[in-house]
Nanobody
């Protein structure tokens, strides 16, 4: 059974930092890509950052230079370090394990989400 559990969200002032973590179980974590998405109220869910099984990373333009995605293949966690936070970063942040092989199929799995609010 695949489980993704996010933690680390909260309220932070503009310019502040937060670190999100996602603990994965039930997958071969070290070879699976992982990603963070976010969804603001009334908007569609969008990709924030992606990390391949080999550690290669990509970012949305809106977070480049401010956010860093990383993975720990011993602890089976993927992290998102968020610096210089802006009010427009306010959203529910979701961890995703894409294309997890289950038998002959490939399924996407999502965590439950963690709220990040940037406000003074």
């Amino acid at each position: 059974q695949v489980q993704l559990v996010e933690s680390g969200g909260g309220l932070v002032q503009p310019g502040g930092s937060l670190k999100l973590s996602c603990a994965a179980s039930g997958i071969i974590f070290s070879t699976n890509a992982m990603a963070w998405y976010r969804q603001a109220p009334g908007k569609e869910r969008k990709l924030v950052a992606h990390i391949s099984g080999g550690g290669g990373t990509t970012y949305a333009d809106s977070v480049k230079g401010r956010f860093t995605i990383s993975r720990d293949n011993v602890k089976n966690t993927v992290n998102l370090q968020m610096n210089s936070l802006k009010p427009e970063d306010t959203a529910v942040y979701y961890c995703k394990a894409p294309a997890v092989r289950v038998g002959i199929n490939f399924n996407d799995y999502w965590g439950q989400g963690t709220q990040v609010t940037v406000s003074s």
